[in-house]
């Protein structure tokens, strides 16, 4: 019997089937597992920046209410906030001061000690060392802010000294809503919000922050029976306002957007410090035999607008004016600028500055220029002439017994523009000469001038006037501080 004998076939297709449904399931699994491991945080965050923009809405509108409140035009205002899993909490007692506050000076460059001060300006506390001077102009003590907080996690929401503002981690504060600052052409209006009250809720359930006006406000700046010269307009040269908060770096981006500021950061204090300048005393003045020239704008290529003397004779004659010598000195830091005038005309004008050397760049009189002296025609004993340091007509020639010239040149701690070289007999308008070095002195800070005049004492110094009109880099004129008492709850 013949029996067929089969032969077996090995085939490997099934099993490779198999193998790559098993590694496209696995291939899946990773995948559905790295985006579950990369998208839910993400997701997390999505809904931790969606949590803290609600509370910020919320802080905004409680902001405004707030400001209705102190204002006096509803006594109490609501606001609802969702709580989210976070704690808010009012902090407005002496220990929520001590890191919630403010301290305002207006300090003088006249005061003894200013250029001591503004050496550590920069710091908190750095005007504890001249509170006892005689002309020190600050309050006794700092005016408190303090805050209402929302925290949740790293994420840290207030409303504090009138603005809202917010802080993830240690990413830095940002402002959400800005604070009571208002500054308008040369005013500035400083409404400061002292928060009263001490408590706090957590948890997922929907509460109100509650604030309540308990007062009017009270006036801090103009009030003389703080200080006699917080008056209006500004006494003080400068203006420090000190605001120690864990919010400061937010407040310290606000603060740069305010015109004429310069804002330092004491990171170790938790301070911003605002430095603001005013507007100095400008206009016609009796004849003084010292005055100063404040924050002259040296980015200006014109600064000076007006410097001119008005002189009135003593004996009533033009002759009188004959013998007359006239002396006006300029000085900032390292920088002198002298004019030496023989009865109406310029005999000398030098400058010098004692950082370069011994050098001297001088000026005398050319054409014939000379400042005008008049007598009335129905009085024929006044007679009156006015010195214009910055007349376009009057001319000068630089001196040939001048050193070479050293400060007309690329700006620098010791030259100024126009980009030029000067030599003997140069000719220049009066009003160019004064110009220069008024910025030049103007670069060292503080000018210092000062009028005399000789013995003969031909002046009549109490008919006499100068006057003296310029760009200043200071525009605060007037300042405003209210602080208003505002008593906050959240039930």
């Not at 004659?317 to 109406?344: C, Q, W």
Request: hydrophobic fraction near 35%.
């Amino acid at each position: 019997m013949n029996m067929k004998k089969w032969k077996r076939y090995e085939n490997d297709r099934a099993v490779s089937s198999v193998v790559g449904i098993i590694i496209l399931l696995l291939i899946t699994l990773l995948s559905i597992s790295i985006i579950i491991l990369y998208t839910i945080p993400t997701i997390d965050d999505m809904q931790d920046l969606a949590k803290a923009q609600k509370i910020e809405q919320a802080f905004t509108v409680a902001d405004s209410r707030a400001s209705k409140a102190s204002l006096g035009e509803s006594p109490l205002q609501t606001t609802r906030v969702s709580l989210m899993g976070g704690t808010l909490e009012v902090r407005g007692d002496a220990e929520a001061y001590n890191e919630s506050q403010i301290m305002i000076l207006a300090v003088s460059s006249s005061s003894s000690w200013y250029d001591d001060f503004l050496n550590k300006s920069d710091q908190w506390n750095s005007w504890k060392d001249y509170e006892n001077e005689s002309d020190f102009s600050g309050y006794s003590s700092t005016i408190p802010m303090g805050k209402i907080i929302y925290t949740t996690g790293d994420r840290t929401i207030a409303y504090e000294g009138g603005g809202v503002w917010s802080r993830y981690g240690d990413g830095g504060s940002v402002m959400i809503s800005p604070p009571e600052f208002h500054f308008n052409t040369q005013t500035l209006t400083l409404p400061i919000m002292k928060i009263t009250g001490n408590t706090s809720i957590s948890g997922t359930t929907e509460t109100d922050i509650m604030v309540r006006s308990t007062n009017t406000p009270q006036v801090l700046f103009p009030n003389t029976t703080i200080d006699i010269n917080f008056t209006n307009p500004i006494r003080a040269d400068d203006l420090f306002i000190y605001i120690n908060s864990e919010f400061y770096d937010g407040w310290a981006k606000y603060a740069e957007t305010l015109t004429a500021s310069e804002v330092t950061l004491d990171h170790q204090n938790q301070t911003t410090i605002i430095q603001l300048g005013t507007v100095p005393p400008m206009g016609t003045f009796p004849l003084s035999s010292s005055f100063k020239i404040i924050k002259l704008n040296e980015s200006n290529p014109d600064p000076m607008y007006n410097f001119s003397f008005y002189f009135e004779d003593t004996e009533g004659d033009a002759s009188n004016f004959n013998p007359v010598r006239t002396y006006i000195t300029a000085t900032a830091g390292t920088k002198t600028l002298y004019y030496e005038i023989k009865k109406n005309e310029i005999t000398t004008i030098e400058y010098t500055d004692s950082s370069y050397g011994t050098n001297k760049e001088k000026w005398a009189t050319s054409g014939g220029s000379e400042f005008p002296i008049y007598e009335d025609p129905l009085h024929v004993k006044m007679a009156n002439s006015t010195f214009d340091l910055l007349s376009t007509t009057y001319m000068l020639e630089y001196d040939n017994q001048a050193d070479a010239e050293f400060s007309w040149d690329e700006v620098s701690s010791t030259t100024m523009l126009p980009n030029v070289s000067i030599t003997t007999g140069d000719v220049y308008p009066l009003y160019n000469v004064t110009n220069h070095y008024m910025k030049l002195l103007a670069s060292d800070g503080l000018i210092v001038c000062s009028w005399s005049q000789n013995n003969n004492e031909k002046i009549k110094e109490e008919d006499s006037e100068y006057t003296l009109v310029y760009d200043s880099s200071g525009n605060i004129a007037y300042l405003h501080i209210t602080s208003s008492d505002l008593e906050a709850s959240v039930v």
